[in-house]
């Protein structure tokens, strides 16, 4: 294995735990005013946006371990292309977080550990399988971003731009890791990321 590409994703590991997220893109909330939320509709906003954040420290993680191992070289770029537009959803995620008076998870580092071993995995399983486990993922995080805009409260126009934006960018990448030849995974393997998301996102809520 390369040794820069080893230094490469430890890097990428400490500046997503560590570092403030820096976006490429405007943010999509950018030309829209805070609505005057209450107590209540604030601190549901904040822990909705604090579950979408370590989910993308997830996706991170998931895609520098998927890349680390990925044999095809334009399977790695489709990874690392995403991986970029992740760490967009990071900084739109922890900026309105910040505005809405929250905090992230105090779990991050646990997440981001155990999925960058997935993803290792799922890389050394080969591509077919590795691009396949991306599309899943996608196709999950859509769905659980679609939920959330249904408990988001309907005056927070600012948190429900962010969360659209990011719903289109993870189906693209989902239809991307088809096209580059991406498996579909068996039910149980399916099941059973369905239920890794469950117990992130409810642990996160709260912690």
Same mark, same amino acid.
């Given at each position: 294995?390369? *040794?820069?590409? &080893?230094?490469?994703? !430890?890097?990428?590991?400490?500046?997503? =735990?560590? /570092?403030? $997220?820096?976006? @490429?893109?405007?943010?999509?909330?950018?030309?829209?005013?805070?609505?005057?939320?209450?107590?209540?509709?604030?601190?549901?906003?904040?822990?909705?946006?604090?579950?979408?954040?370590?989910?993308?420290?997830?996706?991170?993680?998931?895609?520098?371990?998927?890349?680390?191992?990925?044999?095809?070289?334009?399977?790695?770029?489709?990874?690392?292309?995403?991986?970029?537009?992740?760490?967009?959803?990071?900084?739109?995620?922890?900026?309105?977080?910040?505005?809405?008076?929250?905090? *992230?998870?105090? &779990?991050?580092?646990? !997440?981001?550990?155990?999925?960058?071993? =997935?993803? /290792?995995? $799922?890389?050394? @399983?080969?591509?077919?399988?590795?691009?396949?486990?991306?599309?899943?993922?996608?196709?999950?995080?859509?769905?659980?971003?679609?939920?959330?805009?249904?408990?988001?409260?309907?005056?927070?126009?600012?948190?429900?731009?962010?969360?659209?934006?990011?719903?289109?960018?993870?189906?693209?990448?989902?239809?991307?890791?088809?096209?580059?030849?991406?498996?579909?995974?068996?039910?149980?393997?399916?099941?059973?990321?369905?239920?890794?998301?469950?117990?992130?996102?409810?642990?996160?809520?709260?912690?």
């Amino acid at each position: 294995m390369n *040794l820069d590409r &080893l230094i490469t994703v !430890f890097d990428n590991s400490l500046r997503t =735990l560590l /570092a403030p $997220a820096r976006s @490429a893109r405007p943010h999509p909330d950018a030309a829209i005013d805070d609505a005057g939320l209450d107590d209540a509709q604030r601190a549901l906003s904040a822990a909705l946006m604090r579950v979408n954040h370590t989910g993308e420290i997830c996706a991170q993680a998931l895609y520098q371990g998927q890349a680390l191992t990925a044999r095809n070289p334009s399977a790695r770029v489709a990874l690392e292309q995403a991986a970029a537009e992740e760490t967009d959803h990071l900084a739109w995620t922890e900026r309105r977080i910040t505005e809405l008076g929250g905090r *992230l998870s105090a &779990l991050n580092p646990l !997440f981001y550990a155990g999925s960058f071993a =997935l993803g /290792a995995m $799922a890389g050394i @399983a080969g591509d077919k399988w590795n691009l396949g486990f991306l599309a899943e993922t996608e196709r999950q995080v859509e769905s659980h971003l679609d939920s959330h805009l249904g408990r988001l409260p309907e005056a927070d126009v600012k948190s429900r731009a962010i969360v659209d934006q990011m719903k289109a960018d993870e189906a693209r990448h989902a239809r991307t890791a088809v096209e580059h030849g991406g498996a579909e995974l068996p039910q149980p393997l399916r099941q059973a990321m369905k239920l890794g998301s469950r117990v992130m996102t409810e642990t996160s809520f709260h912690l």
